[in-house]
T-cell receptor, first 118, second 110 residues
């Protein structure tokens, strides 16, 4: 199947700093990528939908100025957590949709990035 | 709106036992249905999918059948292994986004 990578896999930072997480689709082009947040032992919460060449669509309650998303190419989307605070510590997972048309589209997930803000 | 309800966990089984994880959904139209698996510390991996009623998705010994009449997509495996220990997520896609269930933790003991 298609592969989605994330970098870094984990990061520890000081409160107030910004952290950038990259998400790449390695063997397919993805016009749409998704960013999720997962708290321990909970399901995935969709934060935003990223469309190549346009502004991301954020879910209700997600601060767009805090979680900056850029989808500059068909294989790369980035999430920047600005001025991170301890409550931003979480597991962030990206996903990319393989555009095969109609019902055959499949969404593939990256391995996740664990962020710890001290 | 769309929703997915999964059987509450955690589920603990002995190796070679039969597994069923129930999943029911609420959606308008005809969604595609998925099972994803998440191993400790990792992201989600697509396990299987079904795109229309009566379709059966299967992979690695796991199966699930899209039952429109009961709005269900139960996951089954005839003989689980220790390596199947993970969290399993049922999901549906009715439009452009996936809706996930809460996840079911499965632990298989030797």
């Amino acid at each position: 199947g298609a592969v989605v990578s994330q970098h870094p896999s984990w990061v520890i930072c000081k409160s107030g700093t910004s952290v950038k997480i990259e998400c790449r689709s390695l063997d397919f082009q993805a016009t749409t990528m998704f960013w999720y947040r997962q708290f321990p032992k909970q399901s995935l919460m969709l934060m935003a939908t990223s469309n190549e060449g346009s502004k991301a669509t954020y879910e209700q309650g997600v601060e767009k100025d805090k979680f900056l998303i850029n989808h500059a190419s068909l294989t790369l989307s980035t999430l920047t957590v600005t001025s991170a605070h301890p409550e931003d510590s979480s597991f962030y997972i990206c996903s990319a949709r393989e555009e095969a048309g109609g019902l055959q589209e499949t969404q593939y997930f990256g391995p996740g990035t664990r962020l710890l803000v001290l | 709106g769309d929703s997915v309800t999964q059987m509450e966990g955690p589920v603990t089984l002995s190796e070679e036992a039969f597994l069923t994880i129930n999943c029911t959904y609420t959606a308008t139209g005809y969604p595609s249905l998925f099972w994803y698996v998440q191993y400790p510390g990792e992201g989600l991996q697509l396990l299987l999918k079904a795109t229309k009623a009566d379709d059966k998705g299967s992979n690695k010994g796991f199966e699930a059948t899209y039952r429109k009449e009961t709005t269900s997509f139960h996951l089954e495996k005839g003989s689980v292994q220790v390596s199947d220990s993970a969290v399993y997520f049922c999901a549906l896609r009715g439009g452009s986004r996936l809706t996930f269930g809460e996840g079911t933790q499965l632990t298989v003991n030797p």
